[in-house]
């Protein structure tokens, strides 16, 4: 009796110990996650203001031409690492780029 009483007793608090570890553990990784996220919106934004400010691009944009930055923002587009661009031209219209066909790198 005594032996099933104690068993008990270390079932419980094993079972509260992994509980609590495993809870840990999560918000750990949670804020991690939240970390490496913001860190990743960061350095997003950051190219976005780099390509943004680039002088063949602000000239590119002047021209306001539809199939002019189409044709040329094929270069800035591979040289991105982006999948697709939307540029925003004055008046505000939306001039989409065509999607650039990328394989995995593990793929290659």
């Keep these: 009796m005594l032996t099933a009483a104690t068993l ?23 804020n991690l996650y939240q970390r490496v996220e913001q860190v990743r ?5 950051q190219t976005a203001q780099l390509i943004a400010n680039q002088p063949s691009l602000k000239a590119l944009m002047s ?7 189409q044709d040329a923002s094929e270069a800035i587009l591979n040289s991105s690492g982006a999948d697709c661009w939307c540029w925003k031209t004055q008046p505000v219209r939306c001039l989409p780029s065509t999607p650039v066909q990328r394989t995995s790198p593990l793929l290659r």
């Excluded at 008990?8 to 840990?24: A, E, G, H, N, W």
């Excluded at 919106?41 to 934004?45: G, K, V, Y």
């Excluded at 021209?63 to 930055?69: A, E, P, Y």
Aim: aromatic residues 2%; charged residues 35%; glycine residues 0%.
């Design 8 to 30: 008990i007793i270390v079932k419980t608090r094993m079972s509260q110990y992994v509980m609590d570890d495993l809870s840990t553990r999560l918000e750990d990784e949670s």
């Design 41 to 45: 919106r960061l350095q997003s934004e």
């Design 63 to 69: 021209t306001n031409d539809r199939l002019t930055v």
